[in-house]
């Protein structure tokens, strides 16, 4: 680190502080900010919020267990975007004798990462089916798969939610609200984990006269790894995290 101005770095040995401006610093065995002589890097420290505590300086401890990694969080929102196109080729009409369509089979598929409490990243898919009321689809959860491939999919409910766009504009005009789907963990033999609530909110489609694509963006994160540490300008310590 270099200095600018008439300031000092305050180092510690054996309980006495010193004043440097020498600024070639690393981390020691316990994961202490140390120059090159190991002397202890002082300076203020910071609450769980990262708001500094102007108080006596003291040693600064950089890499300890608490540190290195962040805590995982489970996904509990998740909102879709994108347009559901009426004439996409893979809604298929079934018709009777007298060429009246009487369903459609296929669908698209849309999907969503998630994140379980211990920060296990799936893939969630679900089918977007066409019914013969105008305007209106059906969006049904049908997979769940870590990223390695293994299937989760009978922790999923089997309820359906039914979208409408209005006609005139192509918004959702239902369901109006965010819709909750339970995981219920333990129906995938995961004993003793809690069922796992997601609020889907789908008021960002459309159904437009151009291409079907839909994207999906969620909350929740896996377990971050300290990758590196940083100075901002005003002295604070950063870690970055992956």
Do not use: C
Request: no cysteine; proline share 2%.
């Amino acid at each position: 680190m270099k200095l600018s101005g008439d300031g000092f770095f305050i180092v510690n040995k054996a309980g006495v502080n010193y004043f440097t401006r020498a600024g070639a610093f690393t981390t020691d065995a316990a994961g202490n900010l140390v120059n090159g002589d190991g002397y202890n890097v002082m300076g203020w420290q910071a609450d769980k919020d990262g708001n500094v505590i102007k108080d006596t300086v003291s040693k600064l401890t950089i890499k300890t267990a608490d540190k290195l990694q962040t805590a995982a969080a489970k996904t509990e929102k998740t909102s879709f975007t994108g347009n559901i196109n009426a004439s996409d080729s893979s809604f298929v009409a079934t018709k009777d004798a007298t060429g009246n369509i009487t369903g459609y089979t296929g669908g698209i598929t849309m999907s969503a990462q998630i994140y379980d409490s211990v920060g296990q990243q799936y893939l969630l898919t679900f089918n977007v089916a066409k019914t013969t009321t105008a305007n209106q689809y059906t969006i049904t959860p049908t997979t769940l798969k870590l990223t390695d491939g293994t299937d989760y999919s009978a922790a999923l409910p089997t309820t359906q939610t039914t979208l409408t766009f209005d006609a005139n504009k192509g918004t959702v005009t239902a369901p109006a609200d965010p819709v909750d789907l339970d995981i219920n963990w333990q129906g995938a033999n995961i004993a003793g984990r809690d069922k796992q609530t997601i609020s889907f909110d789908f008021s960002g489609l459309t159904s437009v006269a151009t291409e079907t694509s839909t994207h999906s963006s969620s909350d929740g994160k896996a377990v971050g790894k300290m990758t590196g540490v940083g100075v901002q300008t005003d002295g604070r310590i950063i870690a970055a995290y992956s």
